[in-house]
């Protein structure tokens, strides 16, 4: 498959251009041309080269991108000097106000490749935070570690589109190995072949290689992307994918006067060098406090994100848990409140909160009102579980047009959290730790006053595409753990470990047969195997049918919280609890049959969501109609848990309902 991979790589080459009509384009593909055809425009040493413009505009940059001109601007070639241009999307085409039908094609380029946080490029930033931006220093907390950037950048630039945009990315694998791009909350409804999961939907792409990848925005939110392979997005590869909607679309357009890119957050908890086992800092937009320091948090040494306001306006704010270890986080910014507008991408009845907790690939966005005095304030992320071990804790500064730019506001970051001391009520959202042995939906309440607000009892303002009386195909499933012969910690779904087939799933179908190539729990069962005794892994794959309400339960015999994500698919939360009890949950089925299982009474406003929280020794219920045929990914988000084996896919549909997907030539 490799040779297929490279195939023609040096012999033939296509070019593609794109010439920009007045409300389309002409897309032109040639093949087989001789290197000195290509691209005549293109081809001048030494010039860097400014890949947003067109390039027979390259002398003409001051040009504002034109609201009818199309972003794309396809490349076939990369050369060293376009590869140093990489940076941010700030001044693309597609970031524009968004309008209904006015949806265009986006092009962009992401260089994955091996980087250094406070690598050599950062001298001058250590003494002097202005010279931190210059370009290319990551300084992270100032613990030189290496990094997986994407374009020079840990996180990744944002991608910022208008729903119903057709997106065009390549993505330059500059690492020593294989990776992929996944599009954290795109249904890839067209292109199952696009969303970026090795040996699932597509085969790995090898170092110096491009992959192309072309789909369709096909819902709006708060989505990332990030590699599916290995501990990839673990050292940085990962960044916000914005999919803004118009305004007389958008329920929530009054509630905020701005909604900008700089106010898109991503919280990642981080390792150094590849001691892989433990959290050591949480950052910010890739900033923060340096924990082994010592120095209060207030110094000036301390490099943090900052996010700027002006009094009297209200902002959308957009938060993303990049979460590589167990390390649930809790968010609040001192001194305001937080109305909490969406979860992954959907829209909620506002909810007005003190804070929220986020587990790994969860989001939430919230308007915040800038309507405190004109100082700097503490946005404040605390650690918990692994993370709370250490201690760990992050800050990032809310600065108010009118106070000083540079200063940090004056306290401890975690001084004051909660207003405990005002003695006030407080309102969280989505915290993670359940009140153990109660079955019932309701979330935890630290004392009588405190109001948490529950995942599950968050309101969707989207009713649920089914009528009330839907019978649900119900799949139990369970995560657990187990210890392997030779001592390593295996994490298994259904009590399965899952390993990567040899070919990729969706391109390799008709190759063989499912019975013989795909285990299950009862395929497992069926041969004797006892996987409750025995390790057992496999090409793990569970079939549903195609175009049916489907409810999986989903239970977790760990006493941790898992974040479980599914590809391909938003579902709707109707169940979240905990049962305490071990024997309890293996008996699941038993138990629901019973009604010991809390479902939502009416799931017409179900919040709608493409990663949960599975309570530890707890569980969830998820609805949603498998409308859309593929091998989709189903996993623990946590990255160590999924790289130790807690994954499975849903093969959705038979093979005859799923598209099929011709060879690529790479050209
Ligand atoms: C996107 O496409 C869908 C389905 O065709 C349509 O309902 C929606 O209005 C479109 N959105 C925009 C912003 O054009
Ligand atoms: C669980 O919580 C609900 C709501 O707070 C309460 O009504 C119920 O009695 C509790 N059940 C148990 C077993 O504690
Ligand atoms: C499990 O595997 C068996 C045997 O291959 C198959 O018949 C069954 O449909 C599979 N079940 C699921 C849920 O994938
Ligand atoms: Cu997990």
Not at 82 to 89: E, P, R
Not at 384 to 409: D, F, I, M
Not at 560 to 577: D, N
Request: glycine share 6%; net charge neutral.
């Amino acid at each position: 498959m490799i040779a297929t991979n490279r195939w023609g790589r040096e012999s033939k080459r296509c070019c593609c251009q794109l010439i920009g009509v007045l409300l389309g384009a002409v897309l032109w593909c040639c093949l087989d041309l001789g290197e000195a055809q290509l691209q005549p425009q293109l081809e001048q040493p030494s010039a860097k080269i400014d890949w947003i413009t067109f390039p027979w505009s390259r002398n003409n940059r001051t040009n504002r991108p034109n609201q009818l001109a199309t972003g794309l601007q396809l490349k076939d070639d990369y050369d060293p000097a376009d590869v140093s241009g990489f940076s941010g999307f700030e001044r693309h085409p597609c970031r524009r106000v968004c309008q209904q039908g006015q949806s265009q094609s986006c092009y962009y380029q992401l260089v994955v490749h091996n980087y250094r946080r406070l690598g050599a490029e950062c001298q001058r930033c250590q003494y002097d935070e202005r010279a931190c931006a210059a370009e290319n220093c990551i300084y992270g907390d100032g613990v030189s570690s290496p990094v997986m950037a994407v374009n020079r950048m840990v996180p990744g630039p944002a991608i910022e589109l208008c729903e119903n945009d057709t997106v065009v990315v390549d993505v330059l694998n500059y690492l020593n190995e294989p990776s992929t791009m996944h599009w954290h909350g795109i249904h890839m409804s067209r292109s199952p072949e696009m969303d970026g999961v090795a040996h699932a939907t597509q085969y790995p792409v090898e170092p110096g290689e491009v992959y192309r990848y072309e789909f369709q925005a096909d819902r709006s939110g708060t989505l990332w992307y990030h590699s599916h392979v290995g501990w990839q997005r673990g050292f940085g590869v990962a960044g916000n994918l914005i999919v803004r909607q118009p305004h007389q679309a958008n329920p929530h357009a009054r509630l905020y006067d701005y909604d900008l890119v700089e106010h898109a957050i991503m919280v990642q908890d981080i390792f150094y060098d590849y001691n892989l086992q433990q959290a050591r800092n949480i950052l910010i937009n890739g900033k923060g406090r340096n924990h082994l320091s010592q120095l209060p948090d207030q110094d000036a040494r301390h490099r943090y994100e900052r996010l700027r306001v002006t009094p009297g306006y209200r902002y959308r704010m957009r938060i993303v848990l990049n979460g590589i270890f167990n390390c649930p986080v809790e968010f609040s910014i001192e001194q305001h409140k937080l109305l909490i507008i969406s979860t992954d991408g959907n829209d909620i009845v506002p909810v007005l909160a003190d804070g929220f907790f986020l587990t790994s690939a969860e989001r939430f966005d919230f308007v915040l009102e800038a309507n405190q005095l004109a100082k700097n304030y503490w946005i404040r992320v605390r650690g918990y579980e692994q993370c709370e071990e250490r201690k760990l804790y992050q800050g990032a500064v809310l600065s108010y047009r009118g106070a000083a730019r540079s200063e940090l506001p004056l306290g401890d970051i975690m001084e004051d959290q909660r207003g405990r001391e005002l003695d006030e009520p407080t309102t969280f959202v989505n915290d993670f730790r359940f009140k153990p042995l109660n079955a019932s939906i309701s979330a935890l309440r630290k004392s009588n006053k405190d109001k948490d607000v529950g995942t599950v009892s968050l309101r969707s303002v989207e009713p649920v595409p089914w009528p009330s009386y839907t019978k649900f195909l119900t799949h139990y499933s369970s995560l657990s753990m187990r210890q392997a012969q030779n001592g390593e910690q295996l994490f298994q779904i259904d009590e399965i470990s899952y390993i990567l087939p040899g070919i990729s799933m969706l391109q390799g179908r008709h190759l063989y047969q499912d019975d013989s190539y795909f285990c299950n729990r009862s395929s497992l069962a069926a041969q004797g195997r006892n996987c409750a005794r025995e390790v057992c892994e496999c090409v793990h794959v569970i079939r549903l049918p195609a175009y049916r309400p489907i409810e999986m339960v989903v239970a977790n015999h760990m006493d941790a919280t898992h974040p479980i994500h599914l590809h391909g698919f938003t579902f709707r939360l109707v169940g979240q609890g905990v049962l305490g009890s071990l024997s309890d949950l293996r008996n699941i089925r038993e138990l629901d049959r019973r009604g010991r299982l809390a479902r939502l009474s009416d799931d017409n406003a179900a919040v709608a969501k493409d990663t949960v929280q599975v309570p530890g020794l707890g569980y969830v219920i998820l609805r949603f109609i498998s409308d859309n045929p593929g091998f989709w990914s189903y996993h623990c988000h946590i990255e160590s848990h999924a790289v130790q084996g807690m994954a499975a896919v849903l093969k959705i549909g038979e093979n005859y309902q799923i598209k099929s997907i011709p060879a690529r030539v790479r050209c």
